[in-house]
């Protein structure tokens, strides 16, 4: 099973603030990663995969990087329909996984 | 539009079954590997089951390696969990999530449907 860290588990911020949201594996996974953002009461929403493409219909402000264990999501400038939780996944391998979660809220 | 709707949720008694069922639109159902996620209350997200898109690999995460089971028909558009044995920590919000065809990211998912393990 690949072990997934999530860092940091609770991100206060303004709109207009940069974010970094940090996933770490406990094995290498190249670049079979994805990000996912969800708001309370509704599904998650997919952001990015392939590590660092970007979701049709997802805003430019939102990038990713890293391959092997680490990888990066990262919101340019956050907008006030930004704050909500954010999660990684591995799809490198079975079981997938998932990570604890990112909760970004207002500062 | 590609839309998912689960259904097939509700309140059982520890050791009861329930089978979910999520009705698959707007795209070419048989073409694609679907995948069922799971959240508990106020938790993160946990992956459940995967089923290729002919039902030829089948992958279950070990909390519940036998005693669900996931299965599809093609033909109706549909995607299912057999869910068996229930306890008190299968429940949760479950999900129904189809695999992109480029990645296997988890490109669209259902609104989900509640499952409640209790006596």
């Known amino acids: 099973v690949i072990w997934m860290t999530q860092s940091p588990s609770l991100l206060s911020a303004s709109t207009g603030d940069r974010v970094t949201i940090s996933c770490r594996m406990s094995?290498?996974?190249?670049?079979?990663l994805a990000w996912y953002q969800q708001k309370p009461g509704k599904a998650p929403e997919l952001l990015i995969y392939a590590a660092s493409t970007l979701q049709s219909g997802v805003p430019s402000r939102f990038s990713g990087s890293g391959s092997g264990t680490d990888f990066t999501l990262t919101i340019s400038c956050l907008q006030s329909e930004d704050f909500a939780t954010y999660y990684c996944?591995?799809?490198?391998?079975?079981?997938?996984?998932f990570g604890p979660g990112t909760k970004v809220d207002i500062k | 539009e590609v839309q998912l709707v689960e259904s097939g949720g509700g309140l059982v008694k520890p050791g009861g079954s329930l089978r979910l069922s999520c009705a698959a639109s707007g795209f070419t159902f048989s073409s694609y590997s679907m995948n069922w996620v799971r959240q508990a209350p106020g938790k993160g997200l946990e992956w459940v089951s995967s089923?290729?898109?002919?039902?030829?690999?089948?992958y279950y995460a070990d909390s519940v390696k036998g005693r669900f089971t996931i299965s599809r028909d093609n033909a109706k558009n549909s995607l299912y969990l057999q869910m068996n044995s229930l306890r008190a920590e299968d429940t949760a919000v479950y999900y129904c999530?189809?695999?992109?065809?480029?990645?296997?990211?988890?490109?669209?998912w259902g609104q989900g449907t509640l499952v409640t393990v209790s006596s």
């Open positions: 089923i290729s898109s002919s039902s030829s690999y089948i």
């Open positions: 094995q290498g996974i190249s670049s079979y």
């Open positions: 999530a189809r695999e992109g065809v480029v990645a296997a990211a988890l490109d669209y």
């Open positions: 996944q591995q799809y490198y391998s079975f079981p997938q996984t």
